[in-house]
């Protein structure tokens, strides 16, 4: 039987491993025979077909078919000729493309997988860009507006499960849209201006038309000042390639100020004022601004990545904001809008940090008589704290030795009370003693006198025997003595012989 049961556990076992075996070769076989993206040629037949063809590969439902899509899909973006064709045309075929790349996104699981989709998300701008058009911001702009539209369709269906991977995926799109502005753009003005208006005012923040999108104005806010200053730089291998001025940042911020004043939501309001307003506040104005004033980080310095990769885009640089112009875009604000108390509120905080170079020196001056002044102040503390630590030491050490005497002195009277009672407790004792030998002795001395028996005789003698030798078997009147004949004992009958002879005298 146990043989027998071996070999079927043993059979078992190599039918699971066989299985095992061929459902890997099978998934390996289904990855090395993947069926390639059937793209229609740009220059042969129609763009749309192929937009088509690539939202139904970016949604498939298999991993190796929407990966394989994703990493060919920037390529292809790079062939086709949009830029021949109207923008409204483009607009409907982008809104195609990025529904079926966010259903492919919505199906991407596991934390490394959906960081890596997210990637060639953001970057998929970069293949839409022709800088040899009249306008290039308008392709790429129509791109982002496109995905941000179909976003706001899917976000009202999104569970709290997928909610923190496509705020991850808002946070990389907001990164390279600052590269590519910066990089590719120079923040021009009109390519700011479209921005703006497309994406932010008509876009994510349209309160009343996408009110649902308050959450991602809170991100979006919260992430503003971090990512423009590690993304909207330049990058590590090009210094100059910088162009953040005064000028477009004072766009963004003016365009936040304005949604600030109208906007009813207190969740945004909230962050405005913590992870915006506040934080500007805190920067400092930088008195001159070049290039090499940059501040070189070593690798070990650099910010990574949710991988662990240092992050390229990390050039310390301050933010060119001014205070004056801050202030002075709140002040618009400060009457007859929604928040015209919170403006009012900072216009005033940004312009008491509004400082000239004069104010400046004229701080420095006060800072440092103020250090000078405490540093006299202590002194001559510390001097007046060494007299008179003298003095204190010396009244210390009399009340201590005061004390001292005065505990030895009665520390000697309790002694001596101590020994005095001790005398007395001990004469007493003796007496007691003494007392109780006279009252012993008293009792022996009567003891010994119970002991003897008194008889009065005739002849009025008295008479003193011992118990012993009175007979104790004669009656009790009489006793019969062999030398003197009758006798009477001590008891009532002598008591009363003796009265009787007392009558006859």
Not at 86 to 102: A, M, P, Q, S, Y
Not at 196 to 223: A, C, P, V, Y
Not at 450 to 468: A, D, H, P
Request: glycine share 4%; proline share 3%; net charge neutral.
């Amino acid at each position: 039987m146990n043989t027998a049961s071996t070999n079927n556990s043993s059979g078992k076992k190599k039918q699971r491993r066989q299985r095992k075996g061929n459902k890997k070769q099978h998934f390996l076989d289904k990855v090395q025979n993947k069926p390639a993206i059937k793209l229609v040629d740009p220059l042969e037949g129609d763009i749309s077909k192929t937009i088509v063809q690539l939202t139904k590969d970016c949604a498939a439902t298999d991993d190796s078919i929407r990966f394989s899509a994703l990493e060919k899909l920037p390529s292809v973006l790079k062939t086709l000729n949009f830029h021949e064709r109207d923008l409204e045309t483009n607009f409907i075929d982008f809104r195609k493309l990025w529904k079926g790349v966010l259903y492919g996104f919505w199906l991407c699981d596991g934390v490394f997988k959906q960081h890596e989709m997210a990637k060639l998300m953001s970057e998929l701008i970069f293949s839409i860009v022709n800088l040899n058009v009249e306008n290039p911001e308008e392709l790429p702009i129509s791109f982002l507006r496109a995905f941000y539209d179909e976003l706001y369709e899917v976000w009202s269906r999104l569970d709290k499960h997928r909610m923190d991977k496509y705020l991850m995926l808002i946070r990389k799109v907001t990164q390279q849209n600052f590269v590519f502005l910066n990089k590719y753009l120079h923040y021009s003005t009109d390519a700011v201006e479209e921005y703006l208006t497309h994406i932010l005012k008509e876009g994510i923040f349209d309160n009343f038309e996408r009110i649902s999108f308050s959450t991602i104005q809170i991100h979006i806010i919260e992430m503003f000042l971090l990512e423009i200053v590690r993304y909207g730089g330049p990058q590590e291998d090009n210094d100059e390639d910088y162009h953040l001025n005064e000028d477009v940042l004072m766009e963004f911020i003016s365009f936040f100020i304005e949604h600030f004043a109208k906007t009813i939501h207190s969740g945004v309001i909230k962050s405005y004022k913590e992870d915006l307003f506040n934080l500007l506040l805190q920067y400092e104005e930088p008195t001159a601004f070049s290039g090499d004033e940059v501040l070189e980080l070593d690798e070990e310095e650099l910010p990574l990545d949710e991988f662990g990769n240092p992050i390229k885009i990390t050039k310390d640089r301050p933010l060119p904001i001014k205070f004056k112009r801050i202030a002075d875009e709140f002040k618009k604000y400060t009457e007859g809008f929604q928040n015209s108390d919170l403006c009012k509120e900072y216009t005033a905080r940004f312009s008491d940090r509004v400082n000239t170079v004069d104010d400046i020196y004229a701080e420095l001056e006060e800072l440092q008589e103020k250090n000078e002044e405490k540093k006299r102040k202590k002194k001559k503390k510390n001097n007046n704290k060494a007299e008179s630590g003298i003095l204190l030491k010396k009244q210390q050490d009399e009340e201590k030795r005061k004390l001292e005497e005065q505990k030895r002195k009665e520390e000697e009277e309790r002694k001596a009370k101590e020994l005095e009672e001790l005398k007395k407790q001990k004469e007493a004792e003796k007496l007691n003693r003494l007392k109780d030998m006279v009252l012993k002795l008293k009792k022996e001395k009567q003891s010994k006198k119970s002991k003897r028996v008194q008889f009065i005789l005739e002849q009025n003698q008295v008479k003193t025997f011992e118990k012993k030798d009175i007979v104790p078997k004669v009656p009790l009147d009489l006793t019969n003595s062999p030398s003197r004949g009758l006798l009477k004992r001590k008891s009532y009958v002598g008591k009363e012989n003796s009265s009787e002879l007392k009558k006859k005298k």
